[in-house]
């Protein structure tokens, strides 16, 4: 049986779980009688609020379709040398804040990104990965041929200099503080300590098909509506106030964990990211967003509505990622942006809660090369994960979110605890 918790005002409570309910389907019909009947008592009909949402979205869809008619670039584009230098506008910052995505240009030196790029294939060659690499652990990303694509590899000194690198950090701390992190007395993270999250690799070949990936979000599941803390955290989507809905809000986000998934990720992320290791042009099947932060309210509403099965949320469920499509999302569907060319050395960063793809690609044109690094935030929640990251560090271990290949385990000249500096130990929570 669920809980309820009441809440200050006179609304309804909400039911929540805060494991994964035995009964999805009575569940789900539950919690969305419930979000209704809240919304509701504030005076205000569903459809009253959903109108109100899409108003506001279309606005922003429009404005997105007319930059793309006109072959202007939607993506923001930073470089490097202002973050460092505190140059960067005010102009700058709102566009940040209203698309919440950015390519940050020259984030690397090209030589320094394309010697990691080497470094890489070297550290998995010497290791002989090739030789006995077992196929995909998982079906998310798939992989071509023999090869993978998608290397589960994530010790190498390459991954680990560009994580605790100074230039790491200066980034992740200026998208950070576009978050309000202090409210109601509490500093929901720290903008200015990173929890080193560590993810995979991808090295897409010239020549390379691939079907890309669907448009999907990746902040949770089902428990975006059922879980306590969620529900505080999208309280205003949740009881008729939706105007008020900010997406830069921290509130509540950063100490719950998602419900347990094959695709989970267990660290509450401000945004997340990866780094260009060789240059990409935009119509080589690169990364597009649906560059409005706000849409959120648009996925989470979108099930009340009454055309949706009572025990369906458009699709989403536990064990998925959750998915954005043409059927329910028409509208956000058309605001899809993809990245300009981008570098070596450039990176890329989305909105934690922002609908992205991979654009399929045939022939792919040069190398496709990327290392994951997002910006995490110490938190209470990333600091329960990263006492298993640090474990994982230390014995070379894939860490607890991914599969369990454990390739590195036996890899000599995988980056070593002496090797960590400062920014290194605080994002392991070893000083
Ligand atoms: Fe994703």
């Given at each position: ?69 006109r072959g202007e670039n939607v993506w923001p584009v930073i470089d490097y040398a202002d973050i460092e230098n505190g140059t960067v506008s005010p102009e700058q910052l709102a566009y940040l ?26 550290y998995v060659e010497r290791n002989e990965f090739f030789e006995n690499y077992r196929g995909p652990g998982d079906d998310f990303f798939g992989s071509v041929g023999s090869k993978p694509e ?152 979108r099930p009340l509505l009454s055309d949706v099965a009572e025990d369906d949320m458009c699709g989403t469920t536990v064990n998925q990622v959750f998915p954005a499509i043409e059927k329910w ?103």
């Amino acid at each position: 049986m669920p809980t309820t918790t009441s809440s200050a005002t006179q609304a309804p409570p909400l039911p929540h779980w805060e494991r994964t309910p035995e009964d999805l389907e009575a569940a789900t019909r539950e919690i969305k009688a419930a979000i209704r009947a809240r919304i509701e008592a504030s005076g205000r009909t569903v459809e009253e609020v959903w109108d109100a949402v899409t108003a506001q979205l279309t606005e922003r869809v429009e404005e997105i379709e007319a930059l793309k008619a006109r072959g202007e670039n939607v993506w923001p584009v930073i470089d490097y040398a202002d973050i460092e230098n505190g140059t960067v506008s005010p102009e700058q910052l709102a566009y940040l804040r209203k698309r919440g995505c950015l390519v940050v240009r020259g984030h690397f030196e090209r030589e320094q990104a394309l010697a990691w790029d080497r470094d890489i294939v070297d550290y998995v060659e010497r290791n002989e990965f090739f030789e006995n690499y077992r196929g995909p652990g998982d079906d998310f990303f798939g992989s071509v041929g023999s090869k993978p694509e998608i290397f589960p590899v994530y010790w190498s000194p390459a991954q680990m200099e560009a994580r605790q690198s100074d230039r790491m950090a200066n980034v992740q701390s200026f998208l950070n503080h576009l978050w309000t992190y202090e409210s109601d007395g509490v500093q929901w993270f720290d903008p200015d300590r990173d929890s080193l999250y560590p993810d995979r690799i991808r090295r897409r070949p010239p020549g390379a098909n691939s079907g890309g990936l669907g448009a999907h979000l990746d902040p949770g599941t089902l428990d975006l509506w059922m879980t306590s803390a969620y529900q505080q955290a999208f309280r205003h989507l949740f009881d008729g106030s939706v105007e008020q809905y900010d997406p830069w809000d921290a509130s509540h986000r950063t100490t719950s964990p998602q419900y347990p998934g094959t695709t989970m990720c267990s660290v509450f992320r401000t945004f997340q990211g990866w780094t260009a290791l060789s240059d990409m042009a935009h119509d080589q099947g690169v990364l597009h967003t649906v560059p409005i932060p706000g849409a959120m309210a648009f996925l989470m509403l979108r099930p009340l509505l009454s055309d949706v099965a009572e025990d369906d949320m458009c699709g989403t469920t536990v064990n998925q990622v959750f998915p954005a499509i043409e059927k329910w999302h028409p509208l956000l569907m058309r605001a899809l942006s993809g990245i300009p060319d981008v570098q070596a050395g450039d990176s890329v960063w989305w909105h934690c809660d922002m609908i992205h793809s991979v654009a399929p690609v045939t022939e792919q044109q040069g190398w496709g090369n990327v290392m994951y690094i997002p910006a995490a935030p110490w938190c209470p929640r990333n600091e329960k994960y990263a006492a298993s990251v640090r474990q994982a560090f230390l014995n070379g271990d894939s860490p607890s979110d991914f599969p369990e290949e454990h390739y590195e385990r036996t890899w000599p000249d995988r980056f070593k605890p002496e090797q960590l500096n400062e920014t290194g130990r605080r994002g392991l929570g070893m000083s």
